[in-house]
């Protein structure tokens, strides 16, 4: 008969580790927790160029409105006012992505003999971003009127008017839409 001596090695313990299914399961946790942090990063990026983008047409929009004021309004042979032009997707200067767009109505007639009557001129700043049009918009009063200095810059340098991309009639904003009498 034989006897049990217990053995000078230390007793087995229980098997330690991870099972296939455990490391698949954890790789996967994993994966989407990385998926779910790029997309954060995608969007913050996103979010940044198109800040960007309309801090740059809020500074456009400064010169535009300058510009508009100044050459929005064509002089005939005489030095006479003539009605403002239409501007469509005119390129905006020194801001190559950006274009601009500009449309007077009539707003008011003038207060008083001598003085110019009053213009509302829309102004949009467009760009395309992600694929997609964008636009700045923004309203302003202005006489409808070429100042002298202004006059003086174009006969002295040969400035022109905004180049008009139409010449719509200029629409009195007072008298509201039309409506058919049926």
Do not use: C
């Given at each position: 008969?034989?006897?049990?001596?217990?053995?000078?090695?230390?007793?087995?313990?229980?098997?330690?580790?991870?099972t296939?299914?455990?490391?698949?399961?954890?790789?996967?946790?994993?994966?989407?927790?990385?998926?779910?942090?790029?997309?954060?990063?995608?969007?913050?990026?996103?979010?940044?160029?198109s800040?960007?983008?309309?801090?740059?047409?809020?500074?456009?929009?400064?010169?535009?409105v300058?510009?508009v004021?100044?050459?929005?309004?064509?002089?005939?042979?005489?030095?006479?006012?003539?009605?403002?032009?239409?501007?469509?997707?005119?390129?905006?200067?020194?801001?190559?992505?950006?274009s601009?767009s500009?449309?007077?109505?009539?707003?008011?007639?003038?207060?008083?003999p001598?003085?110019?009557?009053?213009?509302?001129?829309?102004?949009?700043?467009?760009?395309?971003?992600?694929?997609?049009?964008?636009?700045l918009?923004?309203?302003?009063?202005?006489?409808?009127?070429?100042?002298?200095?202004?006059?003086?810059r174009?006969?002295?340098?040969?400035?022109?008017?905004?180049?008009?991309?139409?010449?719509?009639?200029?629409?009195?904003?007072?008298?509201?839409?039309?409506?058919?009498?049926s």
């Amino acid at each position: 008969m034989k006897l049990l001596v217990p053995s000078k090695r230390a007793p087995r313990a229980p098997r330690a580790g991870l099972t296939i299914l455990e490391v698949v399961l954890a790789m996967g946790i994993l994966a989407m927790g990385m998926a779910a942090i790029i997309s954060i990063f995608t969007s913050a990026a996103a979010l940044g160029v198109s800040a960007r983008q309309r801090a740059e047409a809020a500074a456009a929009l400064e010169y535009v409105v300058a510009d508009v004021s100044e050459r929005l309004f064509p002089l005939d042979e005489d030095g006479n006012v003539l009605e403002p032009v239409r501007v469509d997707r005119a390129p905006v200067p020194g801001f190559e992505r950006l274009s601009f767009s500009a449309n007077a109505q009539l707003a008011a007639q003038p207060p008083g003999p001598g003085l110019p009557p009053l213009y509302r001129v829309d102004i949009t700043i467009h760009w395309s971003e992600q694929g997609r049009d964008r636009g700045l918009e923004h309203s302003t009063l202005l006489p409808g009127a070429v100042s002298l200095s202004e006059r003086l810059r174009r006969d002295l340098y040969g400035i022109e008017p905004i180049e008009a991309t139409s010449k719509a009639p200029v629409a009195d904003a007072s008298e509201g839409p039309e409506t058919n009498g049926s």
